[in-house]
């Protein structure tokens, strides 16, 4: 039996029939594949990232304009104390501003300096030493709870108390300033006063507007600390 020569071998594969894929064809078309494939996951990530954030900046902007409805009818100052500046021989002191004696919960704030300093937080405690109390709140002073995956609320309030867990990862934090009347963006210190000059006839400790900041954070599970989301702040005259 004769062999075929290898002429005759090269003839058939000149002749049209399929030779098969060199190494180097093989080796493009996987990267080719792998950069498509890459990209895609990108872009995937980009997306999920970007509405991650999308919900978070909606959520915290709800969160600072619930603090803004719950104080929007309250008065700057204690309607009962108010604000004033004792002279007992040693030098003025200043009295009620921030949370007045018998004030212990949200619902017993009665003026916009109640809140000044606090933080309400999903790990919050009852008690002002540190600050930070239960939240986040709603419009009405209550605590909001967390929602599961299935939808459902995993906390409530009855008869004035919470139980369960409030909305996870989140915090309020509330700043109150009193400011200059002719230019919002000067501090003044609380028990800032001008006495009369001239024509003018002074102004006292609680004729100033207060300007209120409402920082809402967010602190992911695995977070060492939590990361501003939001800042609404608006001037009350």
């Known amino acids: 039996m004769s062999r075929p020569s290898v002429r005759h071998t090269k003839r058939l594969s000149s002749q049209g029939q399929p030779g098969g894929f060199t190494l180097i064809e093989s080796a493009m078309a996987t990267v080719i594949i792998g950069v498509g494939v890459l990209a895609m996951v990108d872009a995937q990530s980009s997306f ?15 969160l600072a304009n619930e603090i803004r409805e719950m104080t929007r009818s309250l008065p700057k100052h204690d309607p009962v104390v108010g604000l004033f500046i004792e002279d007992d021989g040693g030098g003025g002191v200043l009295h009620g501003w921030g949370p007045d004696a018998g004030e212990v919960t949200v619902d017993d704030f009665d003026d916009i300096e109640d809140f000044d300093g606090l933080t309400f937080s999903f790990t919050g405690t009852a008690g002002f030493d540190d600050g930070d109390l239960p939240g986040p709140l709603n419009a009405f002073g209550e605590i909001i709870p967390d929602i599961s995956i299935d939808g459902t609320e995993t906390g409530s309030t009855t008869n004035g108390v919470f139980t369960g867990n409030a909305m996870y990862g989140w915090s309020q934090q509330v700043i109150v300033q009193k400011i200059n009347p002719f230019d919002p963006s000067v501090v003044l210190a609380d028990n800032f006063t001008e006495i009369a000059n001239g024509d003018f006839p002074g102004r006292e400790v609680d004729e100033y507007p207060l300007r209120v900041t409402v920082r809402v954070f967010y602190q992911a599970a695995n977070a060492i600390s939590p990361d501003l989301v939001t800042e609404v702040m608006w001037v009350v005259p």
């Open 48 to 62: 999920i990232t970007a509405n991650s954030w999308s919900s978070h900046a909606a959520s915290g902007t709800y």
